[in-house]
């Protein structure tokens, strides 16, 4: 199972992608994740990621493309795995297409979370991450037990830069115009399928699983 997870910033495609990863052992491939891992090691890679991140941009096909060729080569990424941000744009979409066909392999399906304007930017706004493992949590939706303290390693919650109002804005103009025409790009290859992410977090996830469960 290759899966790829899409929506706008703040449709919970992080959240979601954490436990399917935990209930169907999937190996998460998150660009962010990995960029702000290569930050951390102060790799150079990282530090020029970072400077798109915090300004609310697109890191650069190549640099993005390259860290996840990397990543797929790894034994763990060879049967499942499942996709978060990225790709972002048709040509990285379009770069993903060629390094898993030299693989011999290709993705299973595209899930779509669909969400409205408005309900982003609360969400957005609200959301907590873990400085230690890296988790994220919700003011709101998905509290800690105890205020700012990461409930797996009791590590500190902070507010990303790129969650802050501004940045989201960005964020969303760029999905917008960048990332949405990849829906396009997948329903043309029959891949595509959409959940609404309107609904609970549990709702979300079983309408996803629901969909899992249709392509095994
Ligand atoms: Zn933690």
């Known amino acids: 199972m290759k899966l790829l997870l ?29 960029f702000r891992e290569s930050h951390r ?26 860290i996840v060729r990397k990543r797929l080569l790894k034994e763990d990424a060879e049967r499942c795995f499942i996709l978060d941000g990225y790709p972002r744009t048709v040509s ?14 290709k993705l299973t399906a595209v899930i779509n979370i669909t969400v409205d304007k408005k309900a982003i930017l609360e969400r957005m ?3 907590r991450v873990c400085k230690q493992c890296g988790l994220s949590y919700h003011l709101a939706f998905k509290p800690t037990r105890q205020d700012g303290i990461c409930d797996v390693c009791g590590g500190t919650l902070y507010q990303r830069p790129d969650d802050q109002l501004e940045s989201v804005r960005n964020r969303l103009e760029i999905y917008e115009s960048k990332t949405q025409p990849l829906l396009a790009y997948y ?24 969909v899992l469960k249709e392509l095994t």
């Open 125 to 127: 706004v609200g959301r």
């Open 41 to 66: 090691n102060e790799e150079p890679l990282g530090i020029e990621a970072m400077r798109y991140i915090e300004r609310g941009e697109l890191v650069a096909d190549d640099i993005t493309n390259e």
């Open 92 to 105: 990285q979409a379009k770069a993903l297409d060629d390094m898993l066909a030299k693989m011999r392999s």
């Open 6 to 34: 899409m929506g706008p910033p703040g449709a919970g495609k992080g959240s979601q992608s954490e436990r399917l990863v935990k209930d169907f052992e999937l190996t998460s491939i998150s660009t962010g994740q990995m």
């Open 187 to 210: 329903k043309g290859r029959g891949i595509l399928r959409e959940v609404d992410g309107m609904q609970s977090f549990d709702a979300v996830y079983q309408a996803i699983c629901a």
